[in-house]
């Protein structure tokens, strides 16, 4: 486990031996149960009705266990476990009290049920035997029924009645977040439940266990189907979803081996170069013009991996995607449920279907091995993405305000190739998917960078460069994302694309990074409006109201934290920065950049599925 400075005095609690010999109560069987999987952080805001727990987190930081992050808003707890969850391919874990601290949490959770992200979320009660009473922030049927709330964005969601019930409760919830489609679960715990003393009848599962699932099962018939089909195809199409961290290399592999090309979804694009040869683009939410092209030539066959056909994520369920000619893989029938249209569908664990696939394409067409493609030249690399991009004058614009396209374009090149960019939902998201294209993942590491070269970092399968969230899509997720992304792997700088409308939301999180000490740098697009509100009225044709927001100097908001912060409003000033050392130190850094606020992001499609296009 990496060293925490700012963990270091719980640690030093250590030294009284006293504490560590109170009873062991329900509280412990649950921070057992995180060590066992491997969780090292939790993230939350303490109060009454978890204290147990905040007191058995405390005694687990001190043997080294999971030790908790406090967070100053429940949302951006979950944020943050959210964040955790994804970099690392692990369980991502919050805490909240009862009453408002648990509906506090619920948009975080909501949006990790959207997408798809394993977290468990554990909420206060009241002593049960002052249910009904009017206790303090009774959360139960009868009080403000937490329990009811969490119903529809969880996967098993329970209340603990009975300190007997909790092994089995835990148990399930735990199976059933991390099981596909993976997801929340939600425990709520009476605090009399959680002091309960472990005693004979409480024995904890094999909770390390749960670490050895087998993945999904693979339809083997049908992955023949689907290599005769490959073997037949003219240039097939793939689309490359969300779901396809831990199978992306052998994904490359199969598009020379099938001679195809490849797009990929906006969640998608994290998980390949986007300066591969035979790349065309992102389909979709900020998609390219590119990939859209390829679609609506009708390709004999367009094998879709890891998607769920959100709106963002199917160009508004386009029928260039979703028709006949389309192969559906998924480990989720949830997902797979969503293309009744697709001419085979192929369940199973996307990298079990990819090895498979691999054996059966090979020897390759012409009974040779494919070779290789070679990779272009970074430069010529570079071109051939600003040739897809919509804008590509606007890469290099000297103008004041700075060019949103320009911004995203300087931190695709200045920034160590290991960075993890996270985007805020809105015109952060849509600038980063379609602008965004980093320096070559396998370079060397920059001279006097404290990172470790691209391909050597801590990589798990789900891990990925780029993370946007679709569906639900809350504004300020990567204000706390990017510290749970950043907890999760300290050898990978974090990029944070926010608006000035997201940062009002959810900007008290950065001081978490402050206190950890987290190389994420801030980087706020201020355009002094809510963006994609204003240009979504604009392009409707609708009244110009409630976009406007308040000219606010972030930079000074930084510097009244301790956090270093620097207003730039032109590109020289950016050009001028030493990304490297910025991402480099102990701490995060805000950046307060003047964009133009009249260049129009990619939205078109959102204004189609509104059904306000002009």
């Not at 990779?375 to 614009?397: G, I, K, N, T, W």
């Not at 920034?415 to 396998?442: I, K």
């Amino acid at each position: 486990m990496e060293s925490n400075t700012a963990l270091a005095p719980a640690r030093a609690w250590a030294t009284e031996p006293a504490r560590d010999c109170a009873p062991r109560d329900a509280a412990d069987l649950i921070v057992d149960a995180l060590a066992a999987l491997g969780v090292e952080y939790v993230f939350g805001v303490p109060g009454g009705a978890v204290e147990p727990l905040y007191n058995a987190l405390a005694r687990s930081a001190r043997r080294g266990g999971p030790q908790a992050i406090v967070a100053r808003n429940e949302q951006g707890a979950a944020y943050m476990a959210d964040g955790y969850a994804r970099e690392t391919g692990r369980l991502g874990v919050c805490i909240a009290t009862s009453g408002p601290g648990a509906t506090n949490l619920i948009t975080g959770v909501a949006c990790a049920y959207d997408n798809n992200v394993p977290i468990l979320v554990i909420t206060g009660q009241p002593p049960i035997k002052n249910f009904g009473k009017g206790a303090l922030q009774e959360s139960s049927c009868t009080g403000i029924n937490t329990v009811a709330m969490f119903r529809p964005c969880t996967r098993y969601n329970s209340l603990v009645s009975h300190a007997e019930q909790l092994p089995t409760k835990l148990f399930n919830a735990l199976m059933q977040a991390q099981r596909a489609p993976s997801g929340p679960s939600h425990l709520s715990i009476p605090v009399d439940i959680l002091r309960e003393p472990l005693r004979p009848g409480m024995e904890a599962p094999d909770f390390a266990g749960l670490l050895r699932r087998a993945p999904a099962l693979v339809d083997l018939p049908a992955v023949r189907q689907l290599a005769r089909l490959l073997f037949s195809a003219r240039q097939p199409v793939w689309l490359i979803g969300d779901g396809c961290g831990d199978a992306a290399n052998e994904l490359m592999q199969l598009v020379q081996r099938s001679d195809g090309s490849f797009i990929t979804t906006p969640d998608g694009k994290g998980f390949i170069n986007p300066r591969h040869p035979r790349y065309r683009g992102v389909f979709g939410f900020g998609g390219h013009a590119s990939a859209a092209e390829l679609l609506q030539a009708e390709p004999d066959l367009v094998i879709a991996l890891g998607t769920g056909f959100g709106e963002f994520n199917s160009g508004g369920w386009s029928s260039t995607l979703l028709n006949s000619r389309l192969v559906h893989v998924d480990d989720s029938d949830e997902n797979l449920m969503r293309s009744p249209m697709a001419r085979l569908h192929v369940r199973g664990h996307i990298k079990s279907v990819c090895e498979q696939l691999l054996a059966l394409l090979a020897p390759s067409h012409n009974g040779q091995e494919a070779q290789l493609l070679p990779f272009l030249h970074p430069q010529v690399a570079r071109l051939a993405y600003e040739a897809m991009v919509d804008s590509p004058e606007a890469l290099r614009s000297d103008s004041a305000p700075v060019k949103p396209q320009r911004l995203v374009a300087c931190l695709s090149e200045r920034c160590p190739p290991q960075t993890r960019f996270v985007a805020d939902a809105g015109n952060s998201a849509a600038w980063a998917v379609h602008y965004l294209a980093p320096r070559d993942q396998r370079s060397a590491r920059l001279p006097g960078s404290a990172f470790l070269p691209a391909g050597q970092e801590r990589r798990t399968g789900s891990s990925s460069w780029l993370r946007v969230t679709m569906d639900f899509a809350p504004m300020g997720w990567a204000i706390g994302s990017a510290v749970g992304i950043a907890m999760a792997n300290r050898r990978c700088p974090v990029v944070c694309l926010t608006g000035d409308g997201s940062y009002l939301m959810n900007g008290q999180e950065i001081t978490v990074a402050a206190e950890l000490g987290l190389p994420v740098l801030y980087v706020v697009l201020n355009d002094g409006a809510l963006g994609m509100v204003k240009h979504g009225q604009r392009l409707a044709g609708a009244e110009p109201i409630g976009f406007q927001l308040p000219k606010v100097d972030f930079a000074a908001m930084a510097a009244s934290m301790g956090i270093p912060g620097h207003v730039i409003r032109t590109p020289q000033e950016l050009d001028a920065l030493d990304f490297d050392a910025l991402l480099s130190r102990a701490g995060p850094t805000l950046l307060d950049v003047r964009i133009d606020g009249e260049e129009v992001p990619p939205m078109n499609l959102r204004m189609r599925t509104l059904g306000t296009a002009r």
